[in-house]
Structure formats: structure tokens, C-alpha cells
């Protein structure tokens, strides 16, 4: 066994370790937090499927239902509804019209209408983008409200009416559909399947060498503090395109040889993610402020360590976010100072 | 308290939340995640791990004054995890091999010794998760026995033992090493290779 003594073995492991984590040097941090942002963005979009796929096999068991109705009419009409053998048991008006393949007929009889039919081309949502169409039985066809987003929206991102800023919803399907009932009848209409109202290609994130070359790489005004705290220099400026028309910047400003450090995000997209309960730790305070003319939301979080704030807000659909390791004055009046 | 009012819960404030924790706790989730691997890497794949896994779970928090020991032990998880499916995939021991030197001569000067020292931190990366987290908050965090307990919400008895563990299989396993590699070089130990 060792000859160490208990001193002696409590040194070796310390120095061990710590010559252990000498080797570990500074993560990337910018980096890091980039490809999270990028990874909760791509979950959130994966979640979407998750529901387009219950949504579509809502449609699929409707379609199906629909199917064996209609097989059950056809074998044996009057086993159904009084109406049923009123009426198909009188073979003369029975019509059996088309079939396109997706579920599709009418039915006249008599004065009375059921319309087992035939979606239009305006009742479909977005055809042009999803030609894949389901069949839906219903005496109100409605996507889930939970599960849609508003139109505006879907409409704002399609027609890509706003350039300087878009919203992303992490929720974001398409837009509800509703047709109006025949109160005498069934109706049938064509849904299309949920899509996505935002796509996740790969982000690309690239570095400035200074706030000029960032404001070139940026498709919007970046704005830069001339006001800083003593010992603060610019450590890391980057820029994070989402596309070609949207990204964030971030300008990382440090103070050597201290935690001090604040970070300064902007970005051209509004990002909507749910609250979290997080936010509701009773450490935290949060109270309105005004940056340049704009209402703020200045957020402190205290630590053992010290405080944490940050300060946000939104102008012109650009979101500003100040944040580091420093008081709220501090961090205010920085934020104050930001100039394009 | 908090100031906060019913139109207040704006969606673009909890953003910020994984920014402010990644901001104030990368280093320490980078540092075990670097710890338990030994690889830059990745402990930056473990760290980026623990922060999805954290914002996914942020709603299970009730005390930020755990939100540390929280992620740190997420970080741990998340690193042993990767290095498994590493070393799975490579199908190659990761581990360094035990430097050889000569066994002969004052365990108190070799004390400061690369070697030994990196010995040891092989035999600490060996240890099993409850002794290596332990290890990690007194001698690198340099915590006390009674701040290991609040930090892990353990009972100091517990972080006690769990030390006093760790200090003998370490002890142990460095004995061991010395005794073979005494065999290796020709010393008439009985020990088998």
C-alpha cells in the first residue's frame, strides 16, 4: 500500500488536479452560445413535426371514419338514420358522382342537401406550398387554435412584409382554417398538412475584427457604447446570420483580470420563447426603464458573487439586449451611451 | 421583491434567462465538463449539452442558489456520457497510460513530481461519480466540507466519507503502481504482469 501521509496525499491530489485543469483554457464562450442558440432553435423546430404528425393523424382517423361511412352507406344505406332509409332505400335518387381520389363526393337527394364534399381550391390553405391534402369530416373544419399562431403573423412572415424584423414563433403552424356548416348536411373539406412557418437552415457565424467591419457584416444599424467603465476593452465582436436578411450581433467587452464583463446583444428578429418559472425566483427584481426613449426592462439577478443585469428593450424591430456582471446603474448608463 | 405586473411577462424577457445562465456559469460547467473528460472539445460539447438540457428543465428550478451544483452536476453527466460514446466509438482506452519512472525513493520527493501527479489524476478520472464529484469541489474548488454538503444537498457525513473514500482508493491505487512497476524492473515482488 502507499506511504503517503494524509498531508502529503491531499497536496499531490490538489496540485495534481490543478495541473489537471491547466490544460482546460478558456472556453469559447461566444461560440458555445452560439451553437446553443442555434441547437433550442432547431429543437423548437423539431418539436413542430411532433404535432404536425398527431395533427395529421387527427386527418388520417377523420379520413378514415369517413371511409367507413361511406362504404357503410354504400353496402347497406338504411341501416343508419331514419333519413338513410328514407332516402337510400329509394334507389332512384341516389347519385354517386365523383371520386378524385381524395375522399371526394356529393350526394343530392330530393330538396334536402348533404354535402359530403368537394374542398375548393380557396377553402384549402396554401396549396401551392403543401400539395399533400388530407380529408377531414367535420360540421366545422378548424385547426387547433393551441397549435396555430395568428395570421397576421403567418402572413407577416410569409409575404415577408416586415424586412427589418420578422417574428419566430416557437409554436408556428399554419394559419386556421374554418368553413362555415351546412346546417342540414355534412360537410367535407381538405385540410392541408401543418408547415412550418419558418425553416432552420445552418447559421453562420462570423467574427469582426472591429465595430466597423461588424456594422459592414450586420444588415442593420449596430450600435456601439462611448460610454465604458474603466479597464473594459472590446474582447469579442461578432455577428450571427440567421439568413441573409436577419442574425444578431454580439460585442463582447471584458475587463482583464476581473468577472467583470457585459455583453451586448442586437438582433433584427423577435424570438417569442415561453416564460419560464426561472424567472420567477425571488432573487431576481425587474422594473421599467427608459433607454433612449424606449421602455426597458431592467432585470437584476443577485448572486452571491455580486449582481447580474440586464437590460432590454425593442426599437424600430430591433431587440437590444445589455447584459454583464456589474450594477444596474452601471450597466444603464452604458446602455445609455450606445450610439449607430 | 420582485416588481413585477401581469403585462410584465414578456415573452422576450426569458431569452435572457439561459443567456444570464450561460453567462454567469459556463466556466464552471466548462471546468468539470473538462474535469471528468480532460478534453477541450469535449468539454465544450458537454457544456453546450448542459445548457439544452438546462433550458428544458429551467422550469423544474426553485432555488437559483442551486442552479450551480445544478448544471455542474448535469456538466459531470453530460461529459461522462460523451466520453463513453467516444471511447465507444474509437474503440480505444482514453486513459493515459501510467508514466514510468522509478519506483525507488521518497514518496515526499517525488511529491511535486509530473509524473506522479499525473498519475494521480488518472487514478481521480477512475474514481467512481459520487467520490470524483467530491474530489473535484475540495480540491480544485477548494470548498469545505460543510460547503461540498450545501452544495450537493448532502449530509456532511456523507461528503466525509465519500472523501475519506476517495483519499484511500487513490492511496491504494498508487501503492499498487509502484509495487508493479517495482516488478516491472526486474524487483522480486511476486507480483504478476
Known amino acids: 500500500m502507499s506511504n503517503y501521509r494524509g498531508e502529503q496525499l491531499d497536496e499531490l491530489i490538489a496540485q495534481s488536479i490543478r495541473q489537471h485543469m491547466d490544460d482546460a483554457g478558456e472556453p469559447r464562450a461566444d461560440l458555445l452560445w452560439a451553437k446553443i442558440q442555434q441547437d433550442v432553435r432547431q429543437q423548437e423546430s423539431t418539436r413542430r413535426p411532433f404535432v404536425t404528425r398527431l395533427l395529421r393523424w387527427q386527418v388520417i382517423s377523420a379520413g378514415a371514419m369517413a371511409a367507413c361511412l361511406f362504404i357503410a352507406l354504400t353496402i347497406y344505406p338504411g341501416a343508419l338514420t331514419e333519413v338513410g332509409k328514407r332516402s337510400f332505400l329509394d334507389g332512384s335518387n341516389l347519385e354517386q358522382v365523383e371520386d378524385s381520389g381524395v375522399g371526394v363526393a356529393s350526394r343530392e337527394f330530393g330538396d334536402e342537401k348533404a354535402k359530403v364534399g368537394k374542398a375548393t381550391e380557396e377553402q384549402a390553405f396554401d396549396n401551392t406550398v403543401t400539395p399533400m391534402y388530407s380529408v377531414e369530416v367535420a360540421e366545422r373544419v378548424r385547426t387547433d387554435d393551441a397549435l396555430s399562431v395568428g395570421s397576421a403573423t403567418t402572413d407577416q412572415i410569409r409575404n415577408g412584409e416586415t424586412p427589418s424584423a420578422r417574428t419566430l414563433s416557437p409554436l408556428g403552424f399554419g394559419g386556421s382554417t374554418t368553413l362555415e356548416a351546412d346546417p342540414d348536411g355534412v360537410q367535407m373539406a381538405m385540410v392541408p398538412d401543418s408547415k412550418l412557418l419558418y425553416e432552420e437552415g445552418s447559421f453562420i457565424l462570423h467574427e469582426a475584427s472591429d465595430i466597423a467591419e461588424l456594422r459592414r457584416l450586420a444588415p442593420f444599424p449596430v450600435l456601439y457604447p462611448t460610454y465604458l467603465p474603466d479597464g473594459f476593452v472590446p474582447k469579442r465582436l461578432s455577428y450571427l446570420a440567421y439568413d441573409d436578411r436577419t442574425g444578431e450581433t454580439v460585442i463582447t467587452i471584458t475587463k482583464e483580470g476581473s468577472l467583470g464583463h457585459l455583453n451586448l446583444t442586437q438582433r433584427n428578429v423577435l424570438i417569442d420563447v415561453p416564460l419560464e418559472t426561472y424567472d420567477e425566483a425571488p432573487d431576481i427584481t425587474r422594473k421599467a426603464v427608459q433607454v433612449g426613449g424606449n421602455e426597458a426592462k431592467l432585470t437584476v439577478t443577485r448572486l452571491k458573487e455580486g449582481e447580474y443585469s440586464n437590460i432590454n428593450w425593442v426599437h424600430d424591430g430591433i431587440t437590444y439586449w445589455v447584459s454583464g456582471r456589474m450594477s444596474p446603474v452601471e450597466l444603464k448608463a452604458i446602455a445609455d451611451s450606445l450610439k449607430p | ?193
Do not use: C
Not at chain 2, 43 to 53: I, M, V
Not at chain 2, 93 to 99: C, E, I, N, S, W
Not at chain 2, 101 to 127: I, M, N, T, Y
Open chain 2, 1 to 193: 421583491m420582485i416588481d413585477r405586473r401581469p403585462e410584465e411577462k414578456i415573452s422576450s424577457v426569458s431569452p435572457i434567462n439561459l443567456e444570464v445562465l450561460f453567462n454567469m456559469h459556463y466556466r464552471a460547467v466548462y471546468n468539470v465538463a473538462f474535469y471528468v473528460s480532460g478534453d477541450r472539445n469535449l468539454a465544450e460539447d458537454a457544456t453546450q449539452e448542459t445548457f439544452l438540457k438546462a433550458y428544458h428543465k429551467l422550469n423544474q428550478l426553485r432555488d437559483t442558489d442551486k442552479v450551480e451544483a445544478w448544471l455542474v452536476r448535469i456538466s459531470m453527466n453530460a461529459a461522462r456520457d460523451l466520453l463513453r460514446r467516444r471511447k465507444r466509438a474509437s474503440g480505444v482506452a482514453l486513459d493515459h497510460d501510467l508514466p514510468d519512472r522509478d519506483g525507488s525513493g521518497d514518496p515526499e520527493q517525488r511529491l511535486l513530481s509530473g509524473e506522479e501527479k499525473h498519475a494521480v489524476a488518472k487514478f481521480v478520472g477512475e474514481l467512481a461519480p459520487e467520490y470524483h464529484e467530491v474530489v473535484y469541489l475540495k480540491y480544485y474548488r477548494e470548498m469545505t466540507t460543510i460547503q461540498i454538503s450545501e452544495y450537493l444537498e448532502i449530509p456532511e457525513g456523507t461528503v466525509k466519507t465519500r472523501l475519506r473514500k476517495a483519499r484511500s482508493i487513490i492511496a491504494a491505487k498508487l501503492g499498487v503502481s509502484e509495487t508493479i512497476k517495482r516488478a516491472a524492473k526486474g524487483g522480486r515482488t511476486g507480483v504478476k504482469l
